[in-house]
């Protein structure tokens, strides 16, 4: 190694140590340390972990029942190599799904049974669905007349040959006291598998599921996070960036031919959103930042995405005439309202580059994230709502993720490690660049969240304030975990946001290589005022858990997305109770 590089190598790693350093000390308000490193003791020192908790599995066993409508989904073959999935439950109604993937062109007589036990002895409804081309062969049911809180089992045949068992659930009518979500986002299929929706398929103790979006991500096989596709056999196809119905459709086909993605879907009904790259990257009203002129028009690849989206997933149009409307509510007794939101397609405004925030661009009142339509009937749902937990299920981080200017506009070792040793110093010893450093505005980290829309934000939280609403916001695209206390501009608590990390899309490891995550862990909370916890490096779900007097959220982890080995586990828990709108340990 040559000696100039030698150096570099070491130096980096004092200036690793000392951020550790400064990040366990102040957290610990050691002054006299703090004093210390503040005059030049900056070396030494191993990783501090970030205090995370552990344990095991908060679920039961999943029961030989769900063990083998876990398997048959794993193995499913043709004609329903695509498996079958269940969504969008209601009190007396819930869709199903499978596609027929037949060899010869033409039209398919699909016929379905919806039954109350897994053998199909007690067989409720049934009857048979034509499919074709025009809809990639896939068939959707809307399974109508059911019993509220209600099991049931279904399955496609076509001629004598079946598809594998799923089992759904419809929602409750009465007053239940406790609900169990399963909350996830962003799973990309070159970036690894899918062992998160594994480990949960086998749980069998979580009620219903939620896909916050990016449930395929639209690159082509030399895209983001696909360097170890080769390796792991998991290369996009069509080979190509997803572009037209056809291209998305065989995207979608690939991501059903996981086995863990067909468990998951046959063992839980999901109520999904899209986000940004089920369409592209950074979508926004008019366009997106992963879409040139030289790929089309881009209300046509919308059109595109959203129709595969659609015939792909087990979702209900609210509104048949107008396929880009995808928000809704869902109703658990009177438990929790559910309003799953889109903040992508609808009503965002474009995204404003750091230097048009620090300009004060994104301060007005009109600048929209759900739209002006969207936004009255989210508030009409809330103001009407009785239960005691009102739920927002949406993409993109709602909390104030805001952080020193200059870490934001170079988020790197030397300028997290500058503010942080800056922050640990005693007020008195600072030098005078220390105190500009810890008074220098905040700005937000991710524009693309509603950090870049203040007003939007504002708008919902004075909404849950007024009625005095327990809210809780569900977030993910980050691709990392997060809890933070939701605050209105005035500082109030006004409810708290759980985040999920992702499914297999890579987090702050890959986009900040060189910052260890133990470092981040710490110092997101030390920049972030309202954060409580951050995870940037591992992937997993969320579990929700709701009761008549607190929420709960269980953030679990799986060890590798690189193999089909692995364990899961809980690597923190949190809770909120009625009335107190903020987050606490359990």
């Not at 599995?57 to 073959?77: C, H, Q, R, T």
């Not at 269940?86 to 033409?106: F, I, K, N, Y």
């Not at 929420?551 to 809980?570: E, F, H, K, N, P």
């Amino acid at each position: 190694m040559a000696s100039g590089t030698r150096a570099a190598t070491q130096q980096q790693a004092q200036t690793q140590d000392a951020a550790e350093r400064i990040v366990r000390l102040s957290r610990r308000s050691l002054i006299r340390d703090a004093f210390l490193l503040a005059v030049g003791v900056a070396s030494g020192g191993a990783l501090v972990g970030c205090g995370g908790g552990g344990g095991g599995d908060p679920g039961g066993g999943a029961g030989d029942s769900n063990d083998a409508l876990v398997e048959s989904a794993m193995a499913a073959g043709a004609p329903f190599a695509h498996g079958v999935a269940s969504g969008d439950p209601l009190q007396d109604r819930v869709m199903l799904w499978t596609r027929a993937s037949m060899a010869a062109p033409g039209v398919v007589n699909v016929t379905w049974e919806l039954a109350l036990d897994s053998n199909f002895g007690a067989i409720v409804k049934q009857g048979t669905v034509a499919t074709g081309p025009e809809l990639d062969y896939t068939v959707k049911v809307d399974a109508t007349g059911l019993q509220p809180g209600t099991t049931y089992f279904y399955r496609f045949a076509v001629g004598t040959s079946f598809s594998n068992k799923g089992r759904t659930r419809t929602l409750p009518a009465d007053a239940i006291d406790r609900l169990r979500l399963g909350v996830f986002s962003c799973a990309n299929f070159p970036a690894g598998y899918f062992n998160a929706y594994g480990h949960a398929a086998r749980r069998g103790d979580i009620d219903y599921a939620l896909h916050l979006g990016d449930y395929i991500y639209e690159y082509g096989v030399l895209g983001y996070a696909s360097q170890l596709a080769i390796a792991i056999d998991r290369v996009s196809e069509p080979s190509h960036e997803t572009l037209t119905l056809d291209d998305y459709r065989k995207r979608h086909a690939q991501y059903k031919s996981d086995p863990d993605l067909r468990a998951f879907h046959a063992t839980l009904p999901m109520i999904a959103l899209w986000d940004d790259h089920d369409v592209a990257n950074n979508t926004w009203l008019r366009g997106a930042e992963n879409h040139s002129d030289g790929e089309g028009v881009f209300e046509a690849r919308r059109a595109a995405a959203v129709q595969a989206f659609h015939e792909w997933l087990p979702t209900r149009l609210p509104d048949p005439s107008n396929p880009l409307k995808i928000y809704r509510s869902f109703s658990f007794g009177k438990l929790a309202s559910l309003h799953m939101l889109d903040t992508r397609l609808v009503g965002r405004d474009q995204q404003q580059t750091l230097a048009e925030f620090v300009d004060g661009k994104a301060q007005g009142p009109d600048r929209q994230l759900l739209g002006v339509e969207q936004a009255a009937w989210l508030t009409a749902q809330m103001q009407a709502s009785p239960a005691t937990w009102e739920v927002l299920g949406q993409q993109v981080l709602m909390a104030r993720m805001e952080v020193p200017l200059t870490v934001a506009s170079t988020f790197d070792l030397a300028t997290l490690t500058e503010y942080l040793l800056a922050k640990a110093t005693p007020e008195n010893l600072r030098s005078d660049n220390q105190r500009a450093l810890v008074q220098q505005r905040r700005v937000p980290y991710n524009l693309d969240a509603w950090d870049g829309y203040p007003a939007a934000r504002e708008s919902v939280l004075a909404v849950a304030k007024s009625r005095n609403k327990n809210l809780i916001s569900l977030a993910g695209d980050t691709h990392n975990a997060w809890a933070s206390d939701l605050t209105d501009a005035t500082g109030a608590n006004v409810g708290v946001e759980f985040a999920t990390a992702s499914v297999s899309s890579p987090g702050f490891e890959r986009l900040l290589p060189l910052i260890s995550s133990t470092i981040l862990e710490d110092a997101f909370p030390e920049m972030v005022p309202d954060l409580r916890y951050a995870e940037t490096s591992k992937r997993g779900y969320l579990l929700v858990t709701l009761t008549p007097t607190e929420a709960r959220g269980d953030w679990i982890q799986v060890s590798t997305v690189l193999t089909r080995d692995y364990s899961a586990g809980v690597a923190m828990s949190l809770r909120a109770g009625v009335g107190e709108r903020k987050i606490s340990g359990v």
